[in-house]
């Protein structure tokens, strides 16, 4: 391992979250301070090599590169507007939760303070922190994230997607749509089967396999229609999907199955068909979603 991928790290926030971040580079090799409200948090990190900072001053001033992940963006205020003086000059990477308008208030913020800014979203829970199938999404200065890329690769696999620093809370709270859409479908999905005996281990298996093949591969050339403004109908139409899942409903009430997912869907390609869409490709529902 070179130098450079044992840059010294700060990680501020030792939640379940920043544990892991702060465990991860700790197994990488990196240097690694750590401050928390609650110092007694920091114990498990100490027995591992981490340097536990008296001071968010004291953490600050022992890293280049400064990992935040608190509570809320006024917890961050909280913690680093009285030490903005010793940021300056250095890398604040903020992984906190928040929206779009958080990130580009703080993205301001730093450039005032002469602090290079990176907001940031983690893709997975603690346990798939440090594994670098799990994308960790970044935007902000891109001088940063090119900077201190080697250190960001011990906590996953690290994607920038742009200079507008609040993408990365914008793909996340859009991805994190997409799993609860897919979540809820696959739930329900092993609600219907399993009350005709099918057990959830046996179900998820045909899921994975749907999604990872047609789910995937209309997707993908849905995309492309989304983009182009065009929707042919030439595989199954707004119509033919409302006539499908009315046969999800029928079967989903004949089992005492809550219906309140498929319906909702159902009303969405019906105002797709009074759109005009009818007879387009499904990807056509998104004029409805941007025009409710």
């Known amino acids: 391992m070179n130098a450079e991928r044992r840059t010294p790290v700060t990680v501020i926030g030792l939640g379940n979250m920043g544990a892991a971040l702060a465990a991860a580079l700790l197994e990488r090799g990196h240097e690694t301070t750590v401050w928390n409200r609650t110092p ?3 114990a498990a990190l100490a027995a591992r090599g981490a340097r536990v ?27 680093v507007d009285p030490v903005v003086a010793t940021l300056a000059g250095r890398t604040l990477v903020n992984l906190t939760t928040g929206s779009p308008e958080q990130a580009e208030e703080f993205a301001a913020w730093a450039a005032a303070h002469g602090v290079d800014y990176l907001d940031g979203a983690v893709m997975t829970t603690p346990p798939g922190v440090g594994s ?7 935007s902000g200065l891109r001088t940063a994230f090119d900077t201190h890329r080697p250190a960001l690769e011990a906590l996953g696999d690290p994607l920038f997607l742009g ?11 859009a991805l994190l749509g997409l799993m609860w859409a897919a979540f809820g479908g696959w739930l ?17 298996p045909l899921a994975l396999r749907w999604l990872g093949g047609a789910v995937n591969a209309f997707i993908t ?13 030439d595989d199954a139409t707004v119509d033919v ?16 199955v809550d219906n309140a997912l498929p319906r909702l869907l159902k009303a969405t390609m019906e105002r797709t ?11 056509s529902v998104i004029e409805v979603l941007r025009k409710p």
């Open 53 to 79: 900072a008296a001071t968010p001053a004291e953490a600050v001033a022992s890293s280049d590169l400064v990992i935040a992940c608190v509570l809320d963006h006024d917890a961050l205020h909280t913690v």
């Open 188 to 204: 329900h999905g092993t609600a219907l089967v399993g009350a005709d005996g099918a057990k959830a281990t046996e179900f998820a």
């Open 40 to 42: 007694a948090k920091a």
């Open 273 to 283: 068909h009074a759109a005009g869409h009818g007879g387009d490709s499904f990807a």
């Open 132 to 138: 670098p199938e799990m994308m960790f999404l970044y």
């Open 163 to 173: 200079a507008d620093a609040g993408l990365a809370s914008l793909y996340d709270v």
């Open 241 to 256: 999907q409302i006539a499908a899942i009315d046969h999800l409903i029928h079967a989903a009430a004949d089992r005492g």
């Open 221 to 233: 050339r849905y995309a492309a229609q989304v983009d182009e403004g065009r929707y042919p109908g």
